[in-house]
């Protein structure tokens, strides 16, 4: 287990885009192992333009990323899964042409054979849901289970650091319930770094220790989750007030 | 290109020199150049010398078209065309034909059999002519189970309803007639068909390599009978891609190839191919075309071109035009000469004469077309022989 | 009936060897999603290795072999060259596919600049026909079918059972996501056009033995008979490929046994717009059409 002080995922004046100019800018603050970190903002801001910077799918401008300690900001994309590092991108988050076992096994593609099938079952232990659907092939599955598939994904290679991209987008309130409350909180609890894009600010906020608010892809306001519950302030910092 | 030097008659070369036909232009041009210079070493046509000048018609109507108009505006002292193959025949005839301009084209298309064009003239035998030979063929080498196979292209496609005719016309058995896509992958179910009709001989053209990849699979099915193909089974890549098929002594021993023919060991031809050899300026290797019956007859073309003008005693295409039968079909009292120089010298003594020319005879009909005899060639010890000549009554019964 | 198993037997001659190279093409274009139209010409240039191997007195099938293997690497070598530069630089996909036309032009023009506008035919015996269950088959084309099968089985099993099939099935559809798996992109890419050369190779030789001779555009002109094979399975689908092809095969031979030969293409793409009319994507393709391309 790691020290839970020791500071997991950084970034460090990070800039980045699509080729063109800077779609955020000039973005620092870090997530400790056992911690949950929010960014929130409007459509658009830049949120999963920066967890894409992170995983390589755009471009760093400038800036340093450190993942328990080293720098990952040279490292190619398909490498970073073994530096610890998880991602369930906002959209296209599992195979749809793949069953959900292959899912969950591509997902363990950077383990060994055994290891992989052994996590296969551990995952499955973690997202009970998923084991009667193990034989299904993923473009059938609804928008809650594809979910739980994406996550039980991810957790596949037992990451030190998540990036979750709105994991409750589209979700029933319940199955956002068991989302944050139950599986990020988990995660927190078993020692990872999360870092939680989300839509629902204060449901985020709930599970979250820091938070981030992004406008114009640049940080607004990085605070303490439990100074910030006000829904009224939130939204002026939205609105950029 | 148009060198018409002041008093000389230009003869245009109008072929394709690019795109897939590209040999047309130098195999005209194989007929025209040996011509032009007996003529001018005879004197010229009524003190003007005969310029050959190649145009390329790149083989399309649409390029044809725009450079025979080209043509027609910029050579006041045009007298003839050779030209128009089957490849733009139909488009740009017409217009030579509206600018009084006689032409001599080798088209085999079956359109022009009955060519109401007064400017339109043809001395080889349209395709159709081809396909009735191949059927009298198969009757003079006593061949009674014929099956037909041709190619479902367009040059395939001129000599194939004549041959099928020709078949039932000289009570021969048609056991099969089959008409294939060509460039198949396998033609096995049309080959296992073929060969349960049982024919003793199969008529065919097609291109190279549906030959060769339906003569293979024939074979495997066991002996590949008699075959009467026509001059495409004489070109090189067809007979190479045959030959890897089935191997040369399989081909060898069945094709009959039935091509027009002319005797080509006239004083006429003999004197074509001294020209022919000393031509290697404007066309290079210029003996490859020595027995190539498409360069003969081009050679024969502007012979009679220069002719008609000594007998109309004017090198107006529209006047001696008139005169290009008289000059070729026999007729009473007629003098017959073989060559230019031969024909110079009776006209101007006033006699009438008959050109017998490199191809042979010159029958105009009154749709302008002469059309030659045809012959069986096979392939022995590296050539092309004569094995037997259809006479032309053998040729007339199959149609 | 006779006529009929033989009508099939020829079919599942003509469907061996158009279903290789539909693989092939199909596999490629699942991984890469680049719609490659120089196929053909790599699998003319496969057969003219094959050629000049087997006239120095190699055996055809060491000839298919060595000949696909090479195919392997050209085909990688295209990729690495041209269609991998124009992908990074964020090319359309119409605009890959003109890119791959031209390169197909060049290679087929190139080629035909060294071998001349005529014909090649393979040193092979067809061997003696064997009548299976009415089928008259030679040794050669059993042998072909064989080794169909055992491609086929083992591109089916690579893609189902293995990791790296998983991978490709994977990159197919997601390759940012399979990228964050752990999956070395470029390499399974270049993995795709190897596997896919490599029978572009095989099937060229089982093509030129088939059609006894071949020339410099050949393979290009039977490429269409191949893409046809693969559409109509659906595109990105190796058993689609496959039932493709012995529809395409069985189509033919049937129309030529019981119609009229001359409408073979035509049964053949009548089918072809049939079932896509149906089944726009194609029998078997999960594949989405908004997928961009990998290089
Ligand atoms: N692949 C891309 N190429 C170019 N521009 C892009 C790309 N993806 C996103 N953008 C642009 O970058 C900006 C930030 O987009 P991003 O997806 O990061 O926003 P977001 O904060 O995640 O929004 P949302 O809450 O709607 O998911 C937008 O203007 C978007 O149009
Ligand atoms: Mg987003």
Redesign the pocket.
């Known amino acids: 287990m790691r020290s839970t002080s020791a500071p997991s995922l950084v970034l460090d004046r990070v800039s980045a885009?699509?080729?063109?100019a800077a779609?955020?800018e000039d973005v620092s603050f870090s997530v400790r192992s056992g911690e949950v970190a929010c960014v929130v903002?409007?459509?658009?801001?830049?949120?999963?333009?920066?967890l894409?910077a992170i995983t390589r799918d755009?471009v760093l401008i400038s800036g340093r990323i450190l993942l328990a300690g080293e720098d990952i900001s040279e490292t190619a994309g398909n490498d970073l899964v073994r530096r610890g590092l998880a991602w369930v991108p906002?959209l296209d988050d599992v195979f749809p042409i793949l069953t959900v076992r292959e899912n969950l096994e591509l997902g363990g593609y950077s383990l060994d054979r055994r290891r992989m099938r052994a996590r296969v079952e551990e995952v499955v232990a973690i997202f009970p849901l998923l084991s009667r659907l193990l034989g299904r092939v993923a473009g059938q599955l609804s928008g809650g289970e594809r979910k739980l598939l994406a996550i039980g994904r991810a957790l596949m290679p037992g990451p030190s650091a998540v990036l979750l991209?709105?994991p409750t987008a589209g979700l029933s309130p319940e199955m956002t319930q068991l989302v944050l409350n139950t599986h990020v909180e988990e995660l927190r609890q078993s020692g990872v770094a999360v870092l939680l894009?989300e839509?629902r600010a204060l449901e985020a906020i709930a599970v979250s220790s820091e938070v981030h608010v992004?406008v114009d892809?640049r940080l607004r306001v990085s605070k303490q989750a439990r100074l910030l519950t006000d829904g009224e302030e939130l939204a002026r910092l939205f609105l950029g007030e | 290109m148009a060198h018409s030097g002041s008093g000389s008659l230009v003869v245009a070369i109008f072929h394709a020199y690019s795109g897939p036909n590209a040999a047309f232009g130098p195999e005209a041009a194989a007929g025209c150049f040996p011509a032009e210079k007996l003529i001018n070493a005879a004197g010229g046509v009524l003190g003007h010398k005969i310029v050959c000048d190649p145009t390329d018609s790149k083989g399309d109507p649409a390029d044809a078209v725009p450079a025979a108009n080209r043509l027609i505006a910029s050579t006041s002292s045009l007298v003839g065309v050779l030209g128009g193959g089957s490849d733009t025949a139909t488009a740009v005839v017409p217009l030579f034909a509206q600018a009084n301009i006689p032409v001599f084209s080798t088209t085999g298309q079956a359109s022009f059999d009955h060519s109401t064009s007064p400017y339109f003239w043809r001395i080889l035998s349209p395709d159709p002519a081809q396909g009735g030979a191949m059927a009298a063929a198969a009757k003079k080498l006593g061949l009674t189970r014929v099956a037909t196979v041709f190619g479902n292209d367009s040059s395939a496609q001129g000599s194939a309803p004549a041959a099928i005719a020709g078949v039932t016309k000289l009570h021969l058995h048609l056991v099969t007639n089959q008409t294939i896509a060509i460039g198949q992958l396998s033609y096995r179910s049309e080959v296992q068909k073929l060969a349960s009709a049982k024919p003793q001989v199969i008529i065919s053209e097609a291109d190279p390599q549906t030959s060769a990849t339906y003569l293979s699979e024939l074979r495997q099915l066991g002996t590949i009978p008699d075959l009467i193909t026509d001059p495409v089974s004489q070109e090189p890549g067809w007979r190479k891609a045959v030959i890897g098929a089935i191997g040369a002594s399989n081909l060898n021993a069945r094709d009959y190839a039935v091509v027009a023919y002319a005797p080509l060991t006239t004083l006429a031809y003999r004197t074509y191919t001294a020209a022919l050899k000393t031509i290697g300026k404007q066309v290079s290797q210029p003996m490859q075309w020595n027995s190539d019956l498409y360069s003969v007859a081009d050679y024969d073309s502007v012979v009679v071109m220069a002719l008609a003008m000594d007998m109309a005693h004017s090198t107006s295409p529209k006047v001696y035009n008139t005169f290009i039968p008289k000059v070729t079909n026999p007729s009473a009292g007629a003098v017959v000469v073989h060559t230019y120089a031969a024909g110079k010298v009776a006209l101007a003594k006033g006699k009438r004469i008959q050109y017998v020319g490199a191809a042979g005879a010159i029958i105009f009909d009154r749709w302008h077309n002469a059309g030659q005899g045809f012959a069986i060639e096979r392939y022995k010890n590296g050539n092309w022989a004569v094995s037997s000549v259809l006479s032309s009554a053998e040729i007339k019964a199959a149609f | 009936m006779g006529v009929l198993m033989s009508a099939i037997g020829f079919g599942i001659v003509t469907a061996s060897i158009l279903a290789v190279s539909s693989v092939g093409f199909t596999l490629q274009f699942s991984v890469t999603n680049v719609f490659n139209l120089s196929f053909g010409s790599v699998m003319t240039g496969t057969g003219f290795i094959a050629y000049a191997l087997n006239t120095s007195g190699v055996s055809i099938w060491a000839s298919m072999a060595i000949g696909a293997l090479c195919g392997g690497v050209i085909s990688v070598a295209l990729n690495w060259l041209i269609f991998g530069r124009f992908i990074r630089h964020g090319i359309s996909r119409f605009g890959m596919v003109i890119v791959t036309i031209a390169t197909g032009l060049i290679c087929d023009n190139t080629i035909q600049a060294f071998v001349g506008p005529t014909f090649y035919a393979y040193n092979a015996q067809p061997g003696k026909a064997f009548n299976l269950a009415g089928m008259l088959l030679t040794g050669q084309e059993l042998i072909i079918i064989v080794i169909a099968a055992v491609m086929m089985t083992a591109t089916h099993v690579g893609l189902k059972s293995t990791r790296l099939g998983a991978a490709m099935r994977g990159l197919s559809v997601n390759a940012s996501l399979a990228r964050a798996c752990g999956v070395p992109t470029r390499r399974v890419v270049a993995v795709a056009w190897f596997a896919s050369g490599v029978m572009a190779g095989i099937g060229s030789v089982a093509l030129f033995l088939d059609t006894s001779t071949f020339a410099a555009t050949t393979g290009s002109q039977f490429l269409i008979m191949v893409i046809a094979a693969a559409v109509l399975g659906g595109v990105g689908s190796a058993e689609g490929a496959v039932v493709g092809a012995l529809v395409v095969g069985l189509a033919t031979e049937i129309t030529a046994a019981y119609w009229n030969p001359e409408l073979k293409d035509v049964v053949a793409f009548v089918v072809l717009i049939l079932v896509l009319l149906v089944r726009p994507q194609g029998m078997f393709s999960q594949l989405s059409s908004e997928r961009t391309a990998v290089g």
């Open positions: 885009g699509y080729g063109g779609v955020i903002g409007p459509n658009g801001a830049g949120k999963s333009t920066l894409r755009a906002q991209d709105e894009v839509q992004m892809g």
